[in-house]
T-cell receptor
Framework: KQEVTQIPAALSVPEGENLVLNCSFT??????LQWFRQDPGKGLTSLLL?????REQTSGRLNASLDKSSGRSTLYIAASQPGDSATYLC????????????FGGGTRLMVKP | DGGITQSPKYLFRKEGQNVTLSCEQN?????MYWYRQDPGQGLRLIYY???????QKGDIAEGYSVSREKKESFPLTVTSAQKNPTAFYLC?????????????FGDGTRLSIL
């Protein structure tokens, strides 16, 4: 079964800390992997998309890596700020699933001032 | 500004009642999706549509119905057969297969039982 898992479910860090969020997936036959941010009561905002042929993507203080062979992706946030507090979700588009995404359960991040 | 509009933001359903959630997009995307999100959990796919007048069941379609009469619109009806409808419903859209573009999401509709 194709599944996506995110651990931990919640994380609390002091402001300024560098942090890593983890995402694991059970099938290496992926088309891409996407990271989203969700603020309370809101929809999802796309942060980064890593294509199957890529190893990482960067946007500002965010860096996402992809290792298909081990079934893992990480989202690295540098110099965290209170405004980074949100839930971060990863999602996989499998090769045999068209445009459909399978989501992990998310990591709820709290950055304390 | 291009985007996805969901309405209403909050919706209450009475016993035995069908309710319809609206989703409109002006991004000219072919594909549209409906997801359900329960507290503290990820998203689960209800229905999706790759093109007008065509749609497919997702993982949890029972108790829901959709239509896709226009490219811009993909309404979701939560029927009385859905015994546990309380959840946050998210609509999304994307270009068609093979584009490697992320899905765009609306701001969601929160549905509760009266």
């Amino acid at each position: 079964k194709q599944e996506v898992t995110q651990i931990p479910a919640a994380l609390s860090v002091p402001e300024g800390e560098n942090l890593v969020l983890n995402c694991s997936f059970t099938d290496s036959a992926i088309y891409n992997l996407q990271w989203f941010r969700q603020d309370p009561g809101k929809g999802l905002t796309s942060l980064l998309l890593i294509q199957s042929s890529q190893r990482e993507q960067t946007s500002g203080r965010l860096n996402a890596s992809l290792d298909k062979s081990s079934g893992r992706s990480t989202l690295y946030i540098a110099a965290s700020q209170p405004g980074d507090s949100a839930t971060y979700l990863c999602a996989v588009e499998w090769r045999d699933a068209g445009n459909m995404l399978t989501f992990g359960g998310g990591t709820r991040l709290m950055v304390k001032p | 500004d291009g985007g996805i509009t969901q309405s209403p933001k909050y919706l209450f359903r009475k016993e035995g009642q069908n309710v319809t959630l609206s989703c409109e997009q002006n991004l000219n995307h072919d594909a549209m999706y409906w997801y359900r999100q329960d507290p503290g959990q990820g998203l689960r796919l209800i229905y999706y549509s790759q093109i007008v007048n065509d749609f497919q069941k997702g993982d949890i379609a029972e108790g829901y119905s959709v239509s896709r009469e226009k490219k811009e619109s993909f309404p979701l009806t939560v029927t009385s057969a859905q015994k546990n409808p309380t959840a946050f419903y998210l609509c999304a859209s994307s270009p068609r297969d093979g584009s490697n573009q992320p899905q765009h999401f609306g701001d969601g509709t929160r549905l509760s039982i009266l």
